[in-house]
């Protein structure tokens, strides 16, 4: 193991996005592409999934480490709806898409791709659930809040606040 650096098997990070905090849903036309690209993912998610209890999970990924030294890594972007119960207190389903973007091992066979996409929809789970118990969905909840009342008095668009 490299001994300046804390070592960690799984690297799991993304931005949250409450759905019942959009106040607005037309894609801003000055945004750049990727962004507007995002924005209407995020959308069209809203309109199937509806604003209760459910989050828009983005700018996602997870590195596995897989060995002690860097150089043996697989990581994944993912992207998509978390619904939580009626309290926000746990995670009760997912709906996310899941893309290889690095490999250290070269070119996987298509049956451990889709073992480590199994293994990422348990892992994101544990890991939201662990963001609602530290109190993070809470802070997002607020922070869109007062991004939509900021964006209500300003009469400007703000985009997804983050």
């Given at each position: ?13 993304f ?82 898409s ?22 990422i ?38 985009g997804?606040?983050?």
């Amino acid at each position: 193991m490299e001994s300046d650096q804390l070592f960690h098997p799984v690297l799991i990070q993304f931005e949250c996005y409450p759905f019942r905090s959009a106040s607005r849903l037309d894609v801003p036309f000055d945004a750049p592409e990727p962004y507007q690209a995002l924005y209407r993912r995020f959308v069209k998610a809203l309109q199937q999934n509806g604003v209760e209890h459910t989050y828009y999970v983005f700018n996602a990924s997870i590195e596995f480490h897989l060995a002690n030294q860097s150089g043996h890594s697989l990581k994944f972007q993912y992207e998509g709806t978390v619904w939580t119960d009626k309290d926000d207190q746990e995670v009760e389903k997912l709906d996310i898409s899941i893309e290889l973007i690095h490999s250290d091992w070269g070119d996987l066979d298509r049956s451990v791709i889709t073992f480590f996409q199994t293994v990422i929809q348990s892992a994101v789970r544990v890991e939201f659930n662990r963001y609602i118990r530290d109190g993070e969905l809470a802070r997002a909840i607020t922070r869109a809040q007062n991004a939509m009342l900021e964006s209500e008095h300003s009469g400007g668009f703000m985009g997804m606040s983050i």
